[in-house]
């Protein structure tokens, strides 16, 4: 199977004809739209390699995140960036390769921090391998880490060898009703202070923060900050992490509206940018629906620390991703020659012109 | 040699005490930490400010001069090792906190700033900046990032490209790069981890935005004592089995207890093969179910004697002795060499099987460190400089070690780089292909090959000669000349 997508590139390379990856096309939407041959990874599937003692799993990119998930559920532990799946079967290529994370990220890591070695295929169809399969590893450029994130611009992922960590001992999920600024500088002045924090949200006049760690800290915790505790935390946090609610799922595309993304200094006063907003990730995170232009977003966001994405809409002429600066994009550029010179991998996915 | 045109011109550049050319000026920086290289450097400049950063940078790449970055030059690989008619770039002035943000919990910091200056400046707002290398009192935060160090925190609190958020750095053509955000993650590729450990062969820092942790509430430490390895390593993968990820997880052998004990008086038992030290930390109660957690595992594992640490400046006295533990083997021989291999946890008695047969047929004793948690083992292989043919000795017995590792499944570096010490190894551990895309990476930051060159990736026709020195017995050519 691995031959084929050898192959499948080497082949596509000589006639410079461009190829979209897929695994499970849960994240089909991410991105500008790119053109060309699907080539799937779905049938190289398979967990070569766990060693729960040494917290290091290593799969085939066409392995379902849900097989990984139980398999290491089995063994009492987890992917703690956890990752979204969406309404899709999610791989672990196609995770790493969009290097989005859930509700864990601010508290426990992002994907491409628990990203310990890649096996790639570049866009001359050659393998190549990154990384390994230990914790500390800095001989060579991280070009693993590199690839997370990277949409399979730089090289198709074949295999992934991830750090997991035990699941908590416990877990609570506590809500209070706090308007918006209340609730931010809350999320900021709890993080930085000695409690489990694992998940923090912030809808509609409801701050949810999710507490975990040791059943004692857990209690302990909750004693500390109050509020309720919410039942059935765990589908919250799940919907939360797909995107299953009904603020992402239904109304951008009932209403016509674009959901942005905004990635801010987790410390920003609440935007005034759009009616509905979900915060995650301590504040780090603005979900909105907002019919401003494309320019506006990422200049507002560019002015608070960060970068916006329009995460579900019609892309505009510029591209989803926030402007890169003239010497970064040209860097882009260059990398991206460099690992495939004739732009055959996911060609405009990332930044509209490579 | 510089020409005197280029350094008139540099002397414009900067003020004068920031341009050294004068030999014993130029001493003081001939090696990084790894002393056993050295290499005058032509001229020496101290840029006190950015701007003067990017203008040296511009005037370099313009002449086509090599520019060798350094920071406070405790790096143990030879990364920051002076190159003939080079510029070496030092960031040592560079050393101001420009702010603390105790909301948002990040440090904007230069890169001269100190590693423990930082936790130090956030102690007053309970926090601190997580990783914690040994030589945290001198070195520097720009060497922290060029080199991704760890620190034995690691297994809990990450390494540095976990705990870094944003860098301004240069191009060798001078242009800014500003690279991350003040959020936790930023638009295109991640060129902070492409960045992190990069050696000084991609672009200049010139300052960093780092997380800062809340200080856990408390932190405590057990020791233990096993009488053979194997069930120390053991017992390591069963703390973690039983789901206790310690902040802390340090072995260390027979010769480094000893060595360590001698010097600091820790108070460690002697007749055991080896000692373990688990150090747990977090909120109190935690700390209390997983120091019972991770005794009870200990004692399973067969552990011949457990102490716990029953007050700070206890726990404090366990870990002088491992702290202490690189010079308190150097009290043993007049020299050590300290390799940086890191390997699947599981191999460990395989590992240190192997060292203890290769250290009876090179005759050179070897003291095991072992950050045991994350892999990460350093051993220390004991010499005298003096005699002929030691340290060359000393250098082979280590490439062994290196190559090693690699074979079991781990790396030549878990935390001190490549530079020019491991360089040879490189060619062990990746592919042609795999180290012409490292090539590739450094080409387009920096086509013209300026910044520290020479180091981290080995040139592909390096390790076609050193493959086929390599088969012929181990036995370099020439071995008294220096091989820089």
């Known amino acids: ?62 392995t379902p ?145 999710r507490l975990s760690g040791a059943v004692s800290a857990v209690h302990a915790a909750q004693v500390k900050l109050g509020g309720e505790t919410l039942k059935d935390a765990a589908a919250f946090w799940q919907r939360l992490r797909d995107q299953s609610t009904a603020f992402f799922d239904k109304r951008p595309a009932a209403s016509g509206q674009t959901l942005w993304r905004l990635a801010v200094k987790p410390t920003t006063p609440p935007l005034k940018l759009g009616d509905a907003q979900w915060i995650e990730w301590g504040g780090a995170v603005r979900w909105l629906e ?24 019609t892309a505009p002429a510029g591209g989803v991703f926030s402007p890169l600066t003239p010497a970064l994009h040209t860097l882009h550029r260059n990398l991206k020659q460099r690992f495939d010179p004739k732009g055959i991998l996911n060609r405009r996915r990332m930044y509209p012109d490579f | 040699m510089l020409s005197p045109a280029f350094l008139s011109q540099l002397r414009r550049l900067l003020p004068p ?50 520019v060798v970055a350094r920071g406070a030059g405790t790096g143990l690989a030879a990364g920051a090792l002076p190159i003939d008619g080079a510029v070496l770039l030092v960031l040592a002035k560079l050393n101001q906190i420009r702010q603390i943000d105790p ?41 922290n990032v060029a080199e991704n160090s760890g620190g034995v925190h690691c297994l809990k609190y990450g390494l540095t490209v976990h705990n870094i958020l ?65 069930k120390a390593g053991a017992a390591v993968g069963n703390i973690i089995a039983a789901g206790v990820i310690p902040a802390g997880l340090e072995m260390m052998d027979r010769l480094a207890i000893q060595a360590a004990e001698a010097f600091v008086h820790a108070g460690y038992p002697l007749d055991c093969e080896a000692l373990l030290l688990c150090e747990v930390d977090g909120v109190n109660e935690e700390v209390s179910d997983d120091i019972f957690t991770v005794r009870e595992v200990l004692t ?39 390799m940086d291999g890191t390997i699947p946890r599981a191999q460990l008695p395989h590992v240190l099987r192997r060292i203890s047969e290769m250290s009876a047929e090179y005759g050179l004793a070897v003291a095991n460190v072992f950050h045991a948690g994350d892999g990460n083992l350093h051993p220390l292989i004991l010499f005298d400089a003096n005699t002929p043919g030691e340290l060359h000795k000393a250098e082979t017995f280590g490439g062994k070690i290196l190559e090693l590792c690699v074979e079991v499944g781990g790396t030549i570096t878990g935390e001190h780089g490549v530079g020019l010490e491991k360089i040879n190894q490189m060619c062990a551990q990746f592919s042609t292909p795999e180290l012409a895309r490292f090539h590739a990476v450094k080409a387009a930051f920096d086509p013209d090959t300026l910044l520290n060159p020479g180091k981290a990736v080995p040139e592909l026709h390096r390790c076609a000669e050193w493959g086929a020195m390599h088969i012929s017995g181990g036995q370099l050519p020439h071995p008294e000349l220096p091989r820089f």
Not at chain 2, 203 to 230: H, N, S, Y
């Open chain 1, 1 to 62: 199977m691995l031959d084929r997508l050898i192959e499948r590139i080497r082949a596509a390379y000589e006639n410079g004809s461009p190829l979209i990856l897929q695994g499970g096309g849960s994240k089909s939407f991410y991105g500008n739209p790119d053109e060309g041959e699907v080539l799937s990874t779905r049938a190289f599937t398979g967990v070569v390699d766990y060693q729960p003692k040494e917290l290091v799993l290593t799969a085939r990119a066409g």
């Open chain 1, 65 to 209: 995140l849900t097989e990984i998930e139980a398999l290491l559920a089995e063994q009492n532990q987890m992917l703690a960036f956890e990752p979204p799946h969406f309404n899709g079967p999610a791989t672990l290529g196609g995770s790493i390769a969009a290097g989005l994370s859930g509700p864990r990220r601010p508290y426990a890591g992002a994907a491409r921090d628990f990203v310990l070695g890649v096996r790639i295929i570049d866009g001359t169809g050659q393998p190549l391998r990154f990384g390994g399969q230990v914790i500390k590893n800095v001989a060579g450029y991280d070009v693993s880490r590199l690839m997370a994130g990277s949409l399979g611009t730089l090289g198709l992922i074949t295999e992934v060898s991830l750090k997991v960590l035990p699941r908590p001992a416990a877990e609570t999920t506590l809500q209070f009703e706090l308007d918006e600024a209340a609730a931010l500088l809350k999320m900021n002045q709890w993080a930085g202070q000695p409690l489990p924090l694992s998940a923090t949200s912030w809808h509609a006049g409801l701050l949810t923060v």
């Open chain 1, 290 to 313: 907002s019919d401003l232009p494309a320019a506006a977003l990422f200049e507002a966001a560019k002015s608070c620390g960060g970068h916006a994405t329009l995460f579900r809409g």
């Open chain 2, 17 to 66: 005490h920031s341009v050294l050319h004068e030999r014993e000026d130029l001493v003081p920086f001939e090696s990084d930490g790894l002393s056993a290289y050295r290499n005058i450097p032509d001229v020496v400049v101290l840029p006190e400010n950015e701007a003067q950063v990017a203008a040296i940078l511009r005037l370099c790449h313009a002449e086509k001069i090599a």
């Open chain 2, 103 to 143: 909301l948002a919990r990040t440090a904007i910091v230069q890169p001269g700033v100190r590693n423990l200056a930082i936790s130090e400046a956030a102690a007053a707002h309970g926090l601190y900046y997580a990783p914690d290398p040994s030589s945290q009192i001198a070195c520097s935060i720009g060497g």
């Open chain 2, 166 to 230: 944003k860098l301004r750095a240069w191009t060798i053509a001078g242009e800014l790069l500003e690279i991350g955000s003040d959020s936790l993650d930023s638009a295109g590729y991640d060129l902070l981890a492409l960045m992190t450990g990069s050696e000084g062969m991609l672009a200049v820092i010139t300052e960093v935005t780092v997380k800062l942790l809340p200080r856990p509430q408390r932190a405590q430490v057990v020791l233990a004592a096993f009488d053979d390895v194997a």
């Open chain 2, 300 to 338: 399973a594992s067969g552990a011949t004697e457990i102490r716990t640490a029953e007050s700070e400046e206890q726990r404090l006295k366990f870990w002088a002795g491992r702290k202490a533990a690189f010079p308190a083997v150097g009290r043993l021989a007049p020299d050590y060499y300290c």
